[in-house]
C-alpha cells in the first residue's frame, strides 16, 4: 500500500511522512487512520533513514546527505531546504527539546553533534566511539544511543557539548533506544 524501501516514519498531526530509501519522503492524509492517502512525494533525498518533526521542520537522517532539513511550514507539501555531509551519513537523529541542536547516528563516526540556527544546519563535532552508533533518542539531560554491542549515555547539559558518561555492553546486537522516565529501553537483537 505504502510502498517499498521504506525506512521509518513520523507523524505530525494528521500527516504521516515516511522515509523511503530511494531518496522519498512521503507524505500522507491521515485524517481517517484507517483510510490514509498519498498528499505529497518530496525528492532530492538520498537514503533517508528516519525523519523527525520539530515545529515547521523535517529533520531527515540521510546516510547520502547526512542531515537533511525540510521546510514543513506547509505541512502537505515538504520541500528540501538546507543539508550538511560534514559529520557523515546518519542513520537516525535527535532534535534538542529546545530545537537548537541536532544528535546525529553517523555509523561508525560516531555522534555528529549539529548546530541548527534559521532553518540551517552548522556541524560542530563529532564524537568518535569504539563501534557505530545506530540510535538515538534523549529525554531532559540524557541522550542514548545504541552501538551494536553498546548501550552510551551521554549527559546534555550543554547541548552542543554532549559528555560521555558511561558504556553498558548488551548481550547481543542493540539495533534501537528509547528513553524512557530516567532509563532507556533497548531494543536488542536476538536477546
Known sequence: VFGED????????????????DGHLLTYNITDPYNPYLIHTTSGLGAPWVPVVYENNIYVADNTLGLAVLDAS???????SDSSFEGG???????????SIAYGAAGGQGLSVYSLQNNQVEWIQSIPLNHSILA????????????????VLFDISTPSQPVLINTEQTEQWAMSVAAWNDDAVVADWGY
Do not use: C, F, M
Not at 74 to 80: C, D, F, I, R, V
Not at 136 to 151: C, E, I, P, V, Y
Open 74 to 80: 506547509n505541512p502537505n507539501e515538504p520541500s528540501l
Open 6 to 21: 521504506l525506512s521509518d516514519l513520523a507523524v505530525a498531526n494528521d500527516r504521516l511522512y515516511i522515509s523511503s530509501l
Open 136 to 151: 538515538l533518542d534523549l529525554k531532559d539531560n540524557r541522550l542514548w544511543a545504541t552501538s551494536h554491542q553498546d548501550l
Open 89 to 99: 551519513g546518519l542513520l537516525d537523529v535527535a532534535i534538542s527539546e529546545d530545537g
